[in-house]
């Protein structure tokens, strides 16, 4: 990622962490549900809960995006909880799919497509990752191509 790509995801972000988490978790976790239905199982934590837990995660990652080296370990077993909760390669997508829209949905006018573009490659890089470290413990295949973020970008 660029500098400025950086400070683009860390900027807009900054105006969302600054909204109610239970409101911008509700947001994310209803439309994942909604384009998803079937994923709602894995998540056994109440939305104001897990809202916390996501934003915080969030707001920890992309604070390092510039030195993404120091969290790679960090990234690599958080996919492998993952795994453990039932996450395939294909989720990533519809992850990013519900997130871009929250993230829309908070910023705005905001939202430009230069924005829109630091935030999927962001997401892509950090997805990537966990799904290739997730792939490492065998218990699923690894994402061998692009698929996964077709229509993101």
């Known amino acids: 990622m660029t500098n ?3 400070n683009h995801v860390r900027s807009t972000w900054a105006m969302v962490a600054a909204l109610d988490a239970e409101t911008v978790g509700g947001l994310f976790y209803n439309r ?3 384009i998803a ?3 709602r199982h894995m ?3 109440p939305v104001a809960e897990q809202s916390k837990k996501l934003l915080s ?3 920890y990652v992309i604070g390092k995006l510039d030195k993404l080296d120091d969290i790679i370990d960090e990234v690599a077993k958080l996919a492998q909880r993952h795994v453990q909760y039932g996450v395939k390669a294909e989720h990533y997508s519809t992850v990013a799919t519900a997130l871009l829209w929250t993230l829309e949905q908070g910023l705005g006018e905001e939202w430009t497509d230069d924005v829109k573009d630091a935030w999927v490659l962001c997401y892509t890089t950090l997805a990537g990752a966990m799904i290739a470290a997730a792939g490492e413990t065998g218990k699923q ?3 061998k191509d692009s698929t996964v973020w077709a229509g993101l970008a």
């Open 43 to 45: 998540f056994r934590s």
């Open 37 to 39: 239905p079937e994923v």
């Open 4 to 6: 400025q790509q950086i």
């Open 57 to 59: 995660m969030i707001g």
């Open 32 to 34: 994942l549900f909604e």
């Open 141 to 143: 295949p690894q994402q």
